[in-house]
């Protein structure tokens, strides 16, 4: 069964770090395009990052761009997202999601076809 797990949220201060982790069970990773999403309250999902299996190209909104950088662990079946500088608009629950082999930026969720269960991240200032 294919299935997407994520860790690595919590409360950090304005300006602090967190790293997210999406962990991929049952797929063949290395065919496997990650996207990151966030959702605060209140507001829709948005898309944040993604990275593509068929080239390695990483993609950011530009409201991240600077601060954040999407990775791929091939040995760990696990792509990280690790957030710096971290603001309190950043707020929201994380979500990572996946599909067959690319991504090329906002392509939006209906593009994804599998989906974790989201981690909280909390920037207080």
């Known amino acids: 069964e294919e299935q997407l797990v994520e860790s690595g949220g919590g409360l950090v201060q304005a300006g602090g770090s967190l790293r997210l982790s999406c962990a991929a069970f049952?797929?063949?990773?290395?065919?496997?395009?990650i996207g990151w999403f966030r959702q605060a309250p209140g507001k829709e999902r948005e898309w944040v990052s993604c990275?593509?299996?068929?080239?390695?190209?990483?993609y950011y909104t530009d409201s991240v761009k600077g601060r954040f950088t999407i990775s791929s662990d091939s040995a760990k079946n696990t792509v990280y997202l690790r957030m710096n500088n971290l603001k309190p608009e950043d707020t929201a629950v994380y979500y990572c999601?996946?599909?067959?082999?690319?991504?090329?930026?906002?392509?939006?969720?209906?593009?994804?076809?599998?989906w974790g269960q989201g981690t909280q991240v909390t920037v207080s200032s």
């Open positions: 999601a996946g599909r067959d082999y690319f991504c090329s930026g906002n392509e939006g969720e209906k593009f994804y076809d599998y």
């Open positions: 049952g797929f063949t990773f290395g065919d496997l395009a």
């Open positions: 990275i593509s299996a068929d080239d390695g190209g990483t």
